[in-house]
Each structure stands twice: as C-alpha cells, then as structure tokens.
Nanobody
Framework: VQLQASGGGWVRAGGSLRVSCAAS????????MGWFRQAPGKKREFVSA???????YYADSVKGRFTISRDHAKNTVYLQMNSLKPEDTAVYFC????????????????????WGQGTQVTVSS
C-alpha cells in the first residue's frame, strides 16, 4: 500500500488545518490508519488513529481539538485540526497496518508497517 499525505501548511495559533492521507495499492492493508508527528529535535509521537471497525483514538494532547475521519470510497483518512497551538508544529506522518490493532497498540509506531511521507504543519504564535 502507498500512502500520500497532503494538506499541511502554515497557520496562526487558534487557526485550523486539515491534512489528508490517500491510500492506494493494497488498500486491504489499511485496517488501521494513524497519524504521528515529529517536531524538530523530538521523537515521533502518536496523534490519532482510526480503524475499519470504527475505533477512534487520540493522544491526550489533541483531544477535543483534532478530529480523525475516513472516507472508505476514497481510501482516504483526514485529520481536522482546530484550535492549533505552536506546540502542534511538526511534520505529520500517516501510517497504516492490516492488523486489527486496538488501544494501546494503535499508539505504537511499531504497530504500523506502512508509512507515507510527511507533511509539514507550522503554527505561529
């Protein structure tokens, strides 16, 4: 499966952005699709994930501000990011896996076999 992330950009604090991740190829390898992010000088961290069974998971740092969704017909997952903060600045990566992961495993990088390229999100204060 190939994952193509898009939609990053620059926004002022308090603003909104939506990033997308389109899957192609072996889309049966997308039972779970997740978003991770990596800020400069920091480790990559879990942001959110969604499964075909309807499971939705968020990191505590984004709960109430970010919303993940997926369009099955388009094999695309979206991350709507509202009330953005400067600390949300990072490269955002999408990932997928065919295994039927649940929490907490959806929050681990090692649970995902397929990764897209990152898309930069910059939030200025």
């Amino acid at each position: 499966v190939q994952l193509q992330a898009s939609g990053g950009g620059w926004v002022r604090a308090g603003g909104s952005l939506r990033v997308s991740c389109a899957a192609s190829g072996r889309t049966d390898y997308t039972y779970v699709m997740g978003w991770f992010r990596q800020a400069p000088g920091k480790k990559r961290e879990f942001v959110s994930a969604i499964t075909l069974a309807g499971g939705i998971y968020y990191a505590d740092s984004v709960k109430g501000r970010f919303t993940i969704s997926r369009d099955h017909a388009k094999n695309t997952v979206y991350l709507q990011m509202n009330s953005l903060k400067p600390e949300d600045t990072a490269v955002y990566f999408c990932a997928s896996d065919r295994s039927r992961h649940r929490w907490p495993h959806v929050g681990f990088e090692r649970s995902y076999d397929y990764w897209g390229q990152g898309t930069q999100v910059t939030v200025s204060s």
